[in-house]
Nanobody, 115 residues
């Protein structure tokens, strides 16, 4: 079975940086589409960034130019480098894996950006 474990969240001032990691168990990481989603209090969970390979990535307009998604298939790990953080980036960040009809979620990591 696949397990996804996020780490790297925390409290940071506006303009600061954080790096999130998502470690995956199982054998399908390298052939799966991976993504980061964000859920702010009282709002729906939205896509932040998605990666098929390091050459094929997709970002929400609100984070383009500030966030970078990447993956290391040898380590079964995905990353999200977040720079120039804004208070509106606050929320729980979830790691997601999709492989055909299979979908998996991590437990989430809290990111809080203070103004």
């Amino acid at each position: 079975q696949v397990q996804l474990v996020e780490s790297g969240g925390g409290l940071v001032q506006a303009g600061g940086s954080l790096r999130l990691s998502c470690a995956a168990s199982g054998s399908i990481f390298s052939i799966s589409t991976m993504g980061w989603y964000r859920q702010a209090p009282g709002k729906q969970r939205d896509l932040v960034a998605r990666i098929i390979s390091n050459a094929f990535t997709d970002y929400a307009d609100s984070v383009k130019g500030r966030f970078t998604i990447s993956r290391d298939n040898a380590k079964n790990t995905m990353y999200l480098q977040m720079n120039s953080l804004k208070p509106e980036d606050t929320g729980v960040y979830y790691c997601h894996m999709s492989n055909g009809p299979q979908n998996y979620w991590g437990q989430g990591t809290q990111v809080t950006v203070s103004s």
